[in-house]
């Protein structure tokens, strides 16, 4: 039997399921599904259009902390698939419930965490890492919310702990004006002999990385500047601060979009993100020169591992009346993770 194309299966599926039927998609997802999806967007954009869905199936093309994310905020009797379970993600695989456990109970050799000490915990984490955050009255934010989240974090404590992207959390704390000398980074896996840093510090960062943004260099915004003269330089808050030090912009995936594609024709671009973003935003602004800010443009693995094959298999299956690939997210997980997810997108509606 001749297969169908993922064209024909979304357009069957769409027929078949109406308005029970979400596609959502990440900007670093394949062109094919990108097209093929109702909304894409950045990682806040997509957690508020899962939470405000009445949809029945969510089918979301992302990484699975995304997935799982929809979710926890889905409503009763709603689904949420992933085309690919396998989607992971170096920066959440950095830190997981035990070692965030440990954490709690070294620093409670210097301090009450429970009174000082506020978590926030970057979307790009597991559930279980979540609901710890939610227990102790924490918050989840995403890159485009950040800074709200932590200014939010320390009006409530002195003291925060953020996890697990130090990067974006250096980032945010330069914006915030937090000294570098009230900062310490807890790395799990060299723990040190004394507290004394973590009893002095403010902020607390997590030393975990994307291994897509860690790859821009300042050299990289150097070289852009020596053989583009007149480029501007626009980076995701993953990077290390050296390099959103010297970019003229920084911001989520969607910020990158709007503020390059919104600008003159004739601008020229060099981009510090993942490079299906890149390359599809220089194929739609063909007005403008937009390259990616590296010699050798980073591809997130996770991301690209949905292919149109993936989505169509999961939407076929809902065809069938058969719900492969559903995202569980067990109830004492799924309370406290929701009430630290709710927390941010109370905060960013403010
Ligand atoms: P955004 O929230 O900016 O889409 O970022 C998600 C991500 O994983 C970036 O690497
Ligand atoms: Fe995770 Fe980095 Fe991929 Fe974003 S680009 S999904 S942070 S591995």
């Not at 999806?37 to 992302?62: M, P, Q």
């Not at 949420?80 to 419930?97: M, N, Q, S």
Request: charged share 30%; with cysteine.
């Amino acid at each position: 039997m001749e297969r169908l194309s993922l064209e024909e299966v979304v357009a069957e599926a769409r027929e078949a399921l109406g308005s029970d039927l979400l596609i959502l998609a990440h900007h670093y997802q394949r062109d094919e599904i990108v097209e093929a999806a109702d909304c894409r967007g950045d990682s806040l954009e997509l957690s508020r259009k899962a939470a405000a869905s009445e949809a029945r199936w969510i089918v979301f093309c992302g990484v699975h902390f995304m997935a799982e994310t929809a979710a926890i905020l889905a409503k009763d009797g709603q689904r949420v698939l992933i085309p690919r379970v396998d989607a992971g993600c170096f920066l959440a695989h950095t830190v997981d419930y035990p070692s965030l456990v440990e954490l709690w109970r070294r620093l409670g050799e210097v301090m009450d965490p429970d009174a000082e000490v506020l978590p926030v915990a970057y979307v790009n984490t597991t559930a279980d890492v979540k609901a710890f955050v939610g227990k102790k009255g924490g918050a989840c934010c995403t890159s485009s919310s950040a800074e709200a989240v932590l200014r939010w974090a320390f009006s409530q404590r002195y003291k925060v702990l953020f996890v697990p992207d130090q990067y974006l959390g250096r980032n945010t704390a330069r914006r915030l004006g937090i000294p570098e000398e009230e900062i310490a980074v807890w790395d799990p896996r060299r723990p040190p002999d004394r507290m004394d840093t973590f009893a002095r510090a403010r902020l607390i960062l997590w030393r975990g990385t994307c291994n897509v943004h860690v790859r821009f260099l300042p050299e990289d915004v150097r070289r852009a500047r020596e053989e583009h003269p007149g480029v501007r330089v626009v980076v995701h808050p993953e990077c290390r601060p050296e390099v959103v030090e010297l970019a003229d912009e920084v911001g989520s995936t969607s910020y990158i979009i709007e503020t390059v594609s919104s600008s003159p024709p004739g601008s020229i671009w060099a981009v510090g993100t993942e490079e299906r973003l890149v390359a599809r935003l220089a194929k739609e602004n063909p007005d403008k020169e937009i390259f990616s800010l590296a010699e050798v443009p980073p591809f997130c693995s996770y991301m690209s591992l949905t292919r149109p094959g993936d989505l169509a298999a999961v939407l076929e299956g809902l065809l069938e009346d058969k719900a492969e690939n559903v995202v569980e997210v067990p109830p004492e997980i799924r309370a406290p993770a929701r009430e630290a997810l709710e927390r941010m997108l109370a905060i960013t509606r403010r």
